[in-house]
Nanobody, 128 residues
């Protein structure tokens, strides 16, 4: 059974850091691109960052640039999101997504949500 399990969320103050982890089981995550998507209360899901299968190429949105870093450890079948200088507007549920058949980050950014494997999400709350 394919599973993605996120961890590392929590309640922090503005300016703090968190590292989210996404551990995969039931498939070899190292063969596929992966990414992070977040959803704030009352808002649509927002793409945050993506990484190709090898970890040598990444893509992130304006909201993540300069503060968030996506990385992966293929030996551990895990993808990470390091979040620094957190702001209250970063408060959201953060979801891990993995491509089912693509290696480039484009296969995350452009894929319909139904074509990706998803985790259950981890809550990040940033207080001001």
């Amino acid at each position: 059974q394919v599973r993605l399990v996120e961890s590392g969320g929590g309640l922090v103050q503005a300016g703090d850091s968190l590292q989210l982890s996404c551990a995969a089981s039931g498939f070899t995550l190292s063969h596929y691109a992966a990414g992070w998507v977040r959803q704030a209360p009352g808002k649509d899901r927002e793409f945050v960052a993506a990484i190709n299968w090898s970890g040598h190429s990444t893509y992130d949105t304006d909201s993540a640039k300069g503060r968030f870093t996506i990385s992966r450890d293929n030996a551990k079948n895990t993808v990470y999101l390091q979040m620094n200088s957190l702001k209250p507007e970063d408060t959201a549920v953060y979801y891990c997504a993995a491509s089912r058949d693509g290696q480039t980050f484009g296969s995350i950014v452009r894929a319909p949500p139904a074509n990706l494997n998803w985790g259950q999400g981890t809550q990040v709350t940033v207080s001001s």
